[in-house]
């Protein structure tokens, strides 16, 4: 089916800086006829791999819709955009491009978020998904068609193969084994591809495993999710699997939610011959996500206890995470914890004060391994590098540079006050504020353990910072702490701390305590741990601050955000780390406590 309406749009070409600054181009239609009586709307296309944003426009004119915008960029090594065709600095770099290019159109262009929706095919489509999961933007839907989930490249143990290669390879490449007649069965359409001078034949196989790996954490945490999506699945396709599709779509927590198996289609699903029952579909999705409104902040506040992460803790809380092989292998993990354990220096501090105390951290800040009679201090290696903690380390560089970036943008000759209402022993904020000693900063730093408290008087002491620093014992989550502090402070942090924590009400509070503690249009700089791989390991072997094992219940992005909006604040910008497991975000005292997040 095609819908022909010449002059419906104006068409523009221009560029955008990715995550990274690079500058990527992009494509727009602009209708010539939008209404008066509605904020604007867009539709941000994702294109496949391989492809580009100029295989856009004839999807433009088939969904229709005059009166929208339209989007669509060339991923980085893809048409006009620059870098080796088929290849990115990760896959990771691929998902925080949408983001900036999603905020790029909303400032621009003055549409907001909540008035997009994305369309987005294959490896497009898991970049999207991920992007959803990842950074949480209040979309106001997104079709996936022939997801990437998992592709199929039927040579055995190509992947395997491949992480190999890469060890002697790393720079290495794969070409397409996918013909046009592979994707359509419309021969128009495939000779169109074969002929396009700007589809990329390869990608690198760093991309490919990266899109591999992304997109089984992805389908495996799909329950995070719940904007509205539609799934369009081909029944004939020779790209990519279909059993991941159905998964994702299973798992996910959207409201609204529909999944639909296009007969006799191939992997093209937009470009097929007939293209009739996938457009309608996506139009009637369409239609349906914008007479419902994005879910309120308020809709997050009780997702501690009826929420998917709320579940999954329940289950550990009652020590039914996993099966019963696997509590008793991480019940042998934790006795040969206690007896080599001490050999590690990391392993012998976590023991003692626990693995999520402020010692902890600051012995993985440092990351130098250490132990004892040889033996110790391998083991001491490998307790460093392990997933977790090298995220933790992602996290502190990725907070100093948001802290940065805050320092410098204030006005050089005007105070600025920073406020950390649990610390540790604050080696982020003192190794950062060490950079800008030439202004005049005051910084409170706060914590409820007085260890943790000499700890960062001795940083302070070390660092010889000229800067005001002020340390105190206080509980960050006792309302009355905040008392004497409203509206004093430029920038608050607060770091690796809610994520100890389930309870939302708890976390809700605190968080009202320091936004009111910030100026008008003040900063603030927030932690979250949205998922982890190895929650029933560390839960079954590791003990915290307490004593107690260590328990955590991952707060989905989308959840964090909504407790910071309701608190007064509006996230501006989020930082991911290491396969997602943290992230920082940046938040800006300029909403009225319950106001949209």
């Known amino acids: 089916m095609k819908i022909e309406q010449p002059g419906a749009w104006t068409t523009f070409e221009s560029g955008f800086c990715g995550g990274d600054g690079t500058r990527l181009f992009f494509r727009a239609w602009q209708p010539r006829a939008a209404p008066q009586d509605r904020p604007p709307r867009a539709l941000v296309f994702l294109h496949r791999g391989h492809e580009h944003s100029g295989r856009i426009a004839p999807l433009v004119e088939r969904f229709g819709l005059h009166q929208d915008w339209a989007f669509a960029y060339d991923a980085r090594g893809h048409g006009h955009s620059p870098g080796a065709r088929g290849d990115a600095p990760a896959f990771a770099t691929l998902v925080s491009d ?95 591809y074969g002929a396009d001078p700007l589809i990329a034949r390869s990608i690198s196989a760093k991309i490919l495993l990266e899109l591999a790996d992304t997109a089984e954490r992805i389908v495996r945490d799909a329950a995070a999710i719940d904007v509205p999506v539609l799934m369009l699945a081909a029944d004939k396709d020779y790209v990519v699997e279909e059993a991941p599709q159905r998964l994702f779509f299973a798992r996910l927590s959207s409201p609204l939610k529909r999944y639909v198996r296009l007969e006799d289609c191939y992997h093209a699903v937009f470009y097929e011959r007939d293209t009739t029952v996938a457009l309608q579909a996506s139009l009637d999705f369409i239609r349906d996500c914008r ?130 209402i649990a610390a540790g022993s604050a080696r982020y904020v003192l190794e950062t504020v060490k950079r800008f000693q030439d202004r005049p900063i005051e910084v409170l730093l706060r914590d409820y353990l007085q260890r ?93 601050h307490r004593g107690a094992p260590w328990k955590m219940r991952p707060r989905p992005q989308a959840e964090m955000d909504a407790l910071v909006a309701l608190a007064g604040a509006r996230k501006v910008d989020t930082a991911i780390g290491v396969d997602g497991i943290f992230t920082v975000s940046l938040a800006r005292k300029d909403a009225a406590p319950g106001a949209g997040g």
């Open 291 to 420: 007479a419902a409104a994005p879910a309120a902040p308020t809709h997050y506040a009780t997702a501690d206890r009826d929420g998917h992460a709320a579940r999954q803790y329940a289950a550990l809380e009652r020590n039914e995470s996993g099966s019963a092989a696997t509590r008793a292998w991480f019940g042998l993990q934790r006795r040969m914890l206690g007896v080599l354990g001490p050999l590690s220096d990391g392993m012998r501090i976590g023991l003692a004060h626990g693995f999520d105390s402020g010692e902890s951290l600051d012995y993985v800040y440092r990351n130098e391994a250490g132990g004892r009679l040889g033996l110790g201090k391998v083991i001491d290696r490998g307790y460093l590098d392990a997933v977790g903690w090298r995220g933790v380390r992602v996290r502190k560089a990725q907070l100093q540079r948001m802290l940065a970036d805050r320092i410098a943008a204030h006005p050089p000759q005007e105070p600025l006050r920073i406020l950390d």
């Open 452 to 544: 943790n408290v000499d700890n960062a008087r001795r940083l302070a002491a070390a660092l010889q910072l000229r800067v005001r620093v002020d340390v105190e014992r206080a509980d960050a989550f006792d309302a009355a702490s905040y008392a004497g502090l409203e509206g004093r402070y430029d920038i608050a942090v607060v770091s690796g701390l809610y994520e100890l924590f389930s309870d939302n009400g708890q976390v809700l509070a605190s968080l009202q305590g320091v936004v009111r503690s910030l100026k008008p249009g003040g900063w603030l700089i927030y932690t979250a741990q949205p998922w982890h791989p190895q929650l029933d390991m560390i839960a079954y072997t590791l003990v915290n």
């Open 98 to 192: 949408l983001d900036a290019f999603v905020r790029h159109v909303s400032a621009q262009y003055g549409i907001a978020v909540e008035d997009m929706i994305v369309v987005a095919n294959s490896v497009g489509a898991v970049v999207a998904a991920t992007w959803v999961h990842d950074y949480a933007p209040r979309i106001r839907g997104l079709v996936m068609a022939a997801a990437a989930f998992r592709i199929k490249l039927y040579v055995p143990l190509a992947k395997p193969a491949l992480r190999f290669a890469r060890k002697f390879k790393p720079a290495l490449f794969v070409t397409s084994y996918i013909r046009p007649g592979m994707l359509t069965h419309s021969a128009q359409e495939a000779k169109a």
